[in-house]
């Protein structure tokens, strides 16, 4: 399921959590993120997404299993772990009159990193925020004070940033603002770990997609490779009479005939302009192929999909 990725920037390997109570909320979780990816990770409220989190960041202790971020272990070697580490939570908890330079710069010393003004104002600016150092985080845009919350999480130049629901609770237009700015964090060379709820979330802004449902991580995929399987559909069509062999002119198709030849099964994509299906329909009949019903399946990982929504209403 997940592939190797060479000299990974975060390498989770059998990870397991039980809480104190004896509620276990991940098990035996494994993966490997390249530097410089934005990776999602996709899943239902309580399945787990931000106990990984904390785990990552040593915020929680782990039951099973070890946690590398560039090469340090979170739990043997916690504070050179979490020094590479940028979280983003999802509130601005700070001093509303203080400057958006003092708060950056604040969280750059609680690291205890020396201050530099040079890498206070590349943040900034790469998050469009230069223009406002001045301003007083009160009157910032909702938008504006997200960025703040990203800048102060890259204060200390962490290789890993994490982006806990970046959409959580905004407006549709802030929340296009949020995958841009998520999108222009590439350029920066930084490895962008975020979670949400949503599929579409996911595909605007994710190289890679990871699904976690109830502690399990249970799909890893690049997300063209998943949005193309999301796209993938069966059509079957239920014969009248066996059919011997799949006639010529249909070789184009990729057809199944069923063991008891009673059944053709075309697989397609629904995201192609045409699924070609009105043409099969007419070549069968040129052909004299009469059939008794249709059906259409969708790809099991759509009823993956549909069991996780499911799950979360
Ligand atoms: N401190 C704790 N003690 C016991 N159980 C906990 C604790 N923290 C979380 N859990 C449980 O672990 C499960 C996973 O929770 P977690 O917060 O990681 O899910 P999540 O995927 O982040 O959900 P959401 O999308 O709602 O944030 C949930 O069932 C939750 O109730």
Same mark, same amino acid.
């Given at each position: ?219 890893? /995929? ?33 057809? /199944? ?57």
């Amino acid at each position: 399921m997940t592939e190797t990725i060479n000299d990974p920037i975060l390498s989770i390997k059998h990870v397991g959590k039980t809480y104190e109570g004896g509620f276990t909320a991940l098990k035996d979780v494994n993966l490997d993120i390249a530097k410089g990816e934005i990776f999602a990770l996709l899943g239902p409220n309580g399945a787990g997404k931000t106990t990984l989190i904390s785990l990552v960041c040593g915020l929680a202790r782990l039951s099973e299993g070890t946690i590398h971020v560039d090469g340090h272990d979170v739990t043997k070697d916690f504070r050179k772990a979490r020094a590479k580490i940028g979280l983003v939570p999802q509130e601005l908890t700070t001093d509303a009159f203080e400057t958006v330079w003092n708060t950056v710069s604040f969280s750059r010393g609680l690291f205890g990193k020396p201050k530099d003004p040079a890498v206070i104002e590349r943040v900034l600016r790469s998050l469009t925020l230069y223009d406002k150092k001045d301003n007083k985080l009160r009157t910032l845009s909702g938008g504006m004070k997200r960025r703040v919350l990203i800048a102060k999480a890259l204060s200390h130049e962490p290789e890993v940033l994490f982006l806990d629901e970046p959409t959580a609770g905004v407006d549709v237009a802030l929340r296009r603002e949020m995958w841009n700015v998520v999108g222009d964090l590439r350029k920066t060379g930084v490895t962008v770990i975020l979670t949400t709820h949503y599929i579409e979330e996911a595909e605007m802004m994710a190289d890679r997609i990871g699904v976690i449902s109830k502690g399990r991580l249970i799909l890893v /995929e690049k997300k063209d490779e998943l949005m193309r399987k999301l796209g993938h559909k069966e059509l079957t069509i239920k014969l009248q009479e066996p059919l011997d062999q799949i006639p010529d002119n249909l070789s184009g198709y990729e057809l /199944e005939l069923s063991p008891d030849r009673m059944d053709l099964t075309y697989s397609y994509d629904t995201h192609a302009e045409r699924t070609g299906i009105a043409s099969l329909m007419r070549l069968l009949a040129e052909d004299g192929v009469r059939f008794r019903d249709i059906a259409t399946k969708q790809s099991s990982l759509e009823e993956i999909f549909v069991g996780l929504v499911e799950e979360k209403a």
